[in-house]
């Protein structure tokens, strides 16, 4: 009785990943259909999927609707950033034209 209660949560894990195995499986095999309906050879098959493939992963990063630099993993800065970094920028050289105009007389 005692292996029973360590065998059946085995069993019902190893059923799961069978499941899954069967279920990745099908879908292989269901893509490979559609790519040899493609004409072409096999090298064209594989470079249509493969572009297919590239294209529905790149999706994401061209479809985004947050404005620049507010998604997650933005490495651009935000807008309002970019223009107060114009502005003191700006207000520097201001400062510093300033300065030299009155060092001049």
Known sequence: HQHDTVIQPLLATLHTVKQGTISILSRSIMIKQLLQKIPGG???????GTSILIGLCAIPVFAKD???GHDLFSQEK???IVDSESKLRKDYMDTKKE???????
């Open 99 to 105: 300065r030299q105009q009155q060092q001049q007389q």
């Open 42 to 48: 096999q090298n064209v098959q594989a470079f249509v």
């Open 66 to 68: 947050t404005k620049t």
């Open 78 to 80: 935000p807008q309002a």
